[in-house]
């Protein structure tokens, strides 16, 4: 059972049908941030307590990670009882949120329309690969699949030569996030209003906003200025930089930081030809270029120093794994150690900071079904009653 609620979410009831990461991780932060987030699973379990190493089967670490603090019912939703149940479980729900496609979830007998029957107040939203309203609306999709249509490997391979997923499940996460803005969006709306309302997210119309961004760029005006490219990401100079003994990322972009180091370090290329920062931009490829050469000269921490004194923005490279003993993240206190019924666990905790109503990891990952004899006696019913 989480810990007694606390945070900006505490008193909202969630039910979960999501599952993988696109929903959990939406879900996962309602519950850092006090919500009660009821996950709804089928008697299988979902398929992410297995995709990656854990403890013992069925508490893999992605699942773990995105399913933190919540409780677990398992619910046969093909039943007459599971159907009751969740039914009863929607009456005293703020939000039902699911990731099946439009025909399953309807064909369940949960569609929009028959959850707002039962709450007519409850904000309902659908994580979906791609949005009802276009051709591709039952199509299944995946991250590396979203990564493909939105552009990622396109634009890898202007960096690299090779067509490259990038290395993170960024459509997965970034819809996630999305998922959970428009909720929380719908909920002040109700608060407000006291109307309950369907959301929809689609990874693929998501991860196309988000990538359009900054690359639309010429391609937005008429008649066209460009290719949708921002020619900067895409340079081929633009990776980290060598130098003596090692790496060191750094972008010396605006004017007050590029004449700070010109007059630190006084290249000999350094000319009016590259002086200005629209001048730059319209070369940024062979700058980066010339950069490199210079950063090659000193060591990683000699530059790190002076970049710090120029108040120029720069890093050094770091590993996931260093992630975990980062000074700065652990002085904010980033990171939150619980104990579990499989030993202590470290979670990447909360990245916001309230002054009121601070968000914690709540507990961890429910096993399997743990929480179904006591939501279901929360709701007057009994595992008996549901099978």
Avoid at 90 to 95: K, M, P, S, T
Wanted: glycine letters at 8%; one cysteine or more; hydrophobic letters at 40%.
């Amino acid at each position: 059972m989480p810990e007694p609620t606390r945070g900006p979410l505490a008193g909202i009831r969630v039910v979960d049908l999501t599952a993988m990461v696109m929903g959990p991780y939406c879900t996962q932060i309602m519950a850092d941030m006090g919500a009660d987030v009821i996950k709804v699973e089928p008697p299988q379990g979902d398929n992410t307590r297995f995709i990656s190493v854990g403890p013992v089967s069925g508490m893999s670490g992605v699942f773990v990670n995105v399913n933190r603090g919540k409780r677990s019912v398992v619910l046969d939703l093909r039943s007459d009882d599971g159907v009751t149940a969740m039914r009863t479980l929607i009456q005293r729900a703020d939000v039902f949120i699911h990731s099946m496609r439009s025909k399953a979830i309807a064909k369940l007998g949960f569609g929009y329309d028959d959850v707002a029957a039962v709450n007519p107040s409850i904000v309902y939203t659908n994580c979906y690969g791609y949005g009802r309203r276009g051709p591709e609306h039952d199509r299944p999709a995946y991250d590396d699949t979203i990564q493909a249509e939105c552009g990622i490997p396109a634009v890898q391979r202007q960096l690299t030569g090779e067509a490259d997923y990038v290395g993170t499940i960024m459509a997965d996460k970034v819809a996630g996030l999305t998922a959970l803005y428009a909720t929380m969006m719908a909920l002040f709306h109700r608060e407000r209003t006291g109307e309950g309302q369907e959301v929809e997210v689609a990874m693929f119309e998501t991860m196309a906003s988000f990538m359009l961004v900054e690359h639309a760029n010429g391609a937005m005006f008429d008649p066209p200025l460009g290719p949708a490219v921002y020619p900067r990401t895409v340079a081929p100079n633009r990776r980290p930089y060598r130098t003596k003994d090692g790496y060191v990322a750094v972008l010396i972009y605006n004017d007050k930081h590029w004449n700070a180091f010109i007059a630190a370090v006084q290249p000999p290329w350094a000319t009016d030809l590259y002086a200005t920062l629209e001048a730059r931009a319209h070369q940024i490829d062979a700058v980066y270029g010339l950069v490199a050469q210079t950063l090659a000269e000193r060591t990683t921490d000699e530059w790190l120093d002076l970049f710090r004194e120029l108040e120029i923005p720069a890093a050094r490279l770091n590993t996931p794994d260093d992630l975990f003993d980062d000074p700065h993240l652990n002085a904010v206190g980033l990171f939150e150690t619980i104990d579990t019924p499989h030993g202590k666990v470290t979670f990447p905790g909360v990245p916001t900071w309230f002054s009121r109503t601070p968000g914690h990891v709540r507990g961890p990952a429910p096993e399997l079904g743990a929480d179904t004899a006591a939501v279901l006696e929360e709701l007057g019913l009994t595992a008996k009653q549901v099978g």
